[in-house]
C-alpha cells in the first residue's frame, strides 16, 4: 500500500497520547512501536548509487536513510526517464536551503546518477528516490528505485477510504523524512484499513495528506489548503496550472475536519495516485465520478509526456 516504509527506534514507551517529533506535533493515539528499527530493506532494485557509486543491493542499509535527517524526493519513472525533474530538482534544493543543509550533489551528476541507474534497471515504469542524509560526521547521497503503489483501475474508477489524522506540519516548505509520524500514520491507516491519512492541525481544518496533497469539490470549484501551509506538490502544482487554463475555479481555503460532508468530492493528488478520489473518508460517502476530475487527469498526462519529451531533448532548467 505504500510507496515507503514506514522505520522507527523502538521506544520504551506505550499508548502515548502527545509526541513531538522533528518538527511535527503528533495528537493521535499509537497503540505499538515497530519491534525491529527497520521493516525492510526500502531498496526495491538490484542496485543502487551512493554518492556517485554503484552498488548492489545487498549492501543498502536502511540506516543510510532513516538515521540523521534526510531530505529526498520521490520521481515517478516511465521508460527510463523522470516526470518532471526540474520541479523535483527546485524542491529538492530549496529543501537544502531551508533545512539550512548543504547540498550533497549537482545538478549534472544527479542527472547522471539517474540515467546510470536507469540503464542498468530498465524499469518501464517505477518510483525513483533522491536522498541527501545528514547523519553526522557523514553525508550521503543516494539515488535507488523503490516500490511503488500505483491506484488499480479499480481505485480510480471507485474511488479509496480516507481516514482523518491529528497532527500539524510546522515546516511544510521542506521534504524531510520523519520516521515516527511515518510509523503513527501507518498504524491508523492499518488500523482503519485505509489508503491515505488527512492530516487536521489545532484548528480542527484539513491541510494535506500524509503523502499526498488534498483537494475537496463543491459547485466544481476546487478547495485546497493554502500554499504555505503545505508541502508544494509537484503534481498539485501542475494540477493547479492546469485548472487556471481552462477555468476551472480554485479556492485556497482549508476545509474544517467538522464540515467535509458539505463537499461533492474529496482527491488526493501525489508522484504515485496523480489525482485519486476518495469514496469515503472515516464515515462520511462522498461522489466518485466527476467529468472534472477526469478532465484534469487526462490533461495531467499530456503535460507529463511533454516534460518526458523535453528531458529526452536536453530541455532542462
Not at 3 to 15: I, P
Request: proline share 3%; net charge neutral.
Amino acid at each position: 500500500m505504500y510507496d515507503e516504509v514506514f522505520c522507527c527506534s523502538r521506544e520504551d514507551a506505550h499508548n502515548l497520547k502527545y509526541l513531538v517529533f522533528q518538527n511535527y506535533k503528533i495528537k493521535s493515539e499509537i497503540n505499538t512501536f515497530a519491534t525491529n528499527y527497520f521493516a525492510m530493506k526500502e531498496c526495491a532494485g538490484n542496485y543502487f548509487i551512493k554518492n556517485g557509486v554503484t552498488l548492489p543491493a545487498e549492501e543498502f542499509d536502511n540506516k543510510m536513510v532513516y538515521e540523521g535527517e534526510s531530505i529526498y524526493e520521490v520521481l515517478r519513472m516511465v521508460n527510463g526517464v523522470p516526470l518532471f525533474f526540474n520541479d523535483h530538482y527546485k524542491r529538492l534544493i530549496n529543501s537544502t536551503l531551508n533545512k539550512k543543509r548543504t547540498n550533497l550533489s549537482t545538478f549534472n551528476k544527479l542527472l547522471r546518477d539517474i540515467k546510470t541507474l536507469s540503464e542498468i534497471e530498465k524499469p518501464k515504469e517505477a518510483n525513483l528516490k533522491i536522498v541527501f542524509n545528514y547523519n553526522n560526521p557523514n553525508s550521503d547521497y543516494l539515488v535507488y528505485f523503490i516500490k511503488a503503489n500505483y491506484p488499480t483501475d479499480l481505485q480510480y474508477k471507485d474511488g479509496v477510504k480516507g481516514t482523518l489524522f491529528k497532527a500539524e506540519r510546522t515546516d511544510p516548505e521542506s521534504k524531510v523524512i520523519h520516521r515516527e509520524l511515518r510509523l503513527a500514520i501507518g498504524n491508523k491507516l492499518a488500523a482503519e484499513n485505509a489508503y491515505e491519512a488527512l492530516l487536521v492541525n489545532d484548528k480542527n481544518v484539513i491541510t494535506e495528506g500524509s503523502r499526498s496533497n488534498i483537494f475537496f469539490i463543491k459547485n466544481k470549484t476546487l478547495y485546497t489548503a493554502p500554499d504555505n501551509l503545505v508541502l508544494g506538490g509537484i503534481t498539485r502544482k501542475h494540477l493547479i496550472n492546469l485548472c487556471n487554463e481552462t477555468g476551472i475555479e480554485v479556492c485556497y481555503e482549508c476545509v474544517n475536519a467538522d464540515e467535509i460532508q458539505e463537499y461533492d468530492s474529496v482527491l488526493m493528488s501525489g508522484t504515485s495516485p496523480i489525482l485519486l478520489p476518495f469514496k469515503y473518508v472515516d464515515n462520511y460517502a462522498f461522489t466518485v465520478e466527476n467529468a472534472t476530475v477526469e478532465k484534469l487527469r487526462n490533461m495531467f498526462w499530456q503535460k507529463a509526456e511533454q516534460s518526458i519529451e523535453d528531458f529526452i531533448a536536453g530541455k532542462f532548467i
